[in-house]
C-alpha cells in the first residue's frame, strides 16, 4: 500500500497570506489528523477528522481549519499567516475505528512564512 | 504536569551497540496506548512500537522492544544492535480513551547519533 502523501513538500509565503496543505491517508483509511511540529512547541495536535467530520480539535486558533474529502483526502487551511506559523506540518491517517490503532504519518510539509 | 517526559539529553551509541531511551507518561486513564516513533532529518514519522496498558506482555518489533513498567509508569524504548541508520530524533507518544480520543500526546522527543 501506498503511504501517507502530502503536498507540498516545502512553501514559503509571507505575513498575512493564507496557504492550503494536502494530505491523501493510506488507502482505506478514513480518519486523518493534523499536527505542528516546531522547536519551541514539539508536536502539538492540530485536529481530526473522519468521514468528512470534524472529531477532535486541538487548542489552535480559529486561523486554523481544515476539511476532508469523500475520498477522506484531507486539507487543512491557515489564513492571516503570521512569523509564528513556520512549522513541519504532519498528517497521519489511520482507520479512525480502534481505540489504539496507530497512526501513520506523511512526510510532512515545511512552512516557512517571511 | 507534562504527559509524556523524555528527559535525556542527545543520547549516542556505538554501533551494533544496545541503546534504552527513556520515557515516562502521566495518565489517570485505566487504559491508553502507549507509541514510539523515529524521525529522521527527513521529517517523516516511522511508527516502531505498540504497546497496550492491558498488554502481558513487552511488545517487540524486530530491534525494537519496548521495556514497559506500568506501576512505574515507564515505556522505555531498546534498540538492540544500533545501526548508523538509527541515527535520528525518537519520540514516545500515548493515547487516552477518555477526552481526545483519537489524539496523540508526544514527549519532546530524543536525539540518538549512533557512531561507527
Not at chain 2, 8 to 29: I, N, R, W
Not at chain 2, 69 to 91: C, E, H, P, T, W
Request: overall charge positive; hydrophobic content about 30%; proline content about 4%.
Amino acid at each position: 500500500k501506498a503511504g501517507v502523501t502530502q503536498t507540498p513538500r516545502y512553501l514559503i509565503k509571507t505575513r498575512g497570506q493564507q496557504v492550503t496543505l494536502s494530505c491523501s491517508p493510506i488507502s482505506g483509511h478514513r480518519s486523518v489528523s493534523w499536527y505542528q511540529q516546531t522547536p519551541g512547541q514539539g508536536l502539538q495536535f492540530l485536529f481530526e477528522y473522519f468521514s468528512e467530520t470534524q472529531r477532535n480539535k486541538g487548542n489552535f486558533p480559529g486561523r486554523f481549519s481544515g476539511r476532508q474529502f469523500s475520498n477522506s483526502r484531507s486539507e487543512m487551511n491557515v489564513s492571516t499567516l503570521e512569523l509564528g506559523d513556520s512549522a513541519l506540518y504532519l498528517c497521519a491517517s489511520s482507520s479512525g475505528q480502534g481505540r489504539f490503532e496507530t497512526q501513520y504519518f506523511g512526510p510532512g510539509t515545511r512552512l516557512l512564512v517571511l | 504536569a507534562q504527559k509524556i517526559t523524555q528527559t535525556q539529553p542527545g543520547m549516542f551509541v556505538q554501533e551494533k551497540e544496545a541503546v534504552t531511551l527513556d520515557c515516562t507518561y502521566d495518565t489517570s486513564d485505566p487504559s491508553y496506548g502507549l507509541f514510539w516513533y523515529k524521525q529522521p532529518s527527513s521529517g517523516e514519522m516511522i511508527f516502531l512500537i505498540y504497546q497496550g496498558s492491558y498488554d502481558q506482555q513487552n511488545a517487540t518489533e524486530g530491534r525494537y522492544s519496548l521495556n514497559f513498567q506500568k506501576a512505574r509508569k515507564s515505556a522505555n524504548l531498546v534498540i538492540s544492535a544500533s545501526q548508523l541508520g538509527d541515527s535520528a530524533m525518537y519520540f514516545c507518544a500515548m493515547r487516552e480513551t477518555t477526552g481526545a480520543n483519537s489524539k496523540l500526546t508526544f514527549g519532546k522527543g530524543i536525539t540518538l547519533s549512533v557512531r561507527p
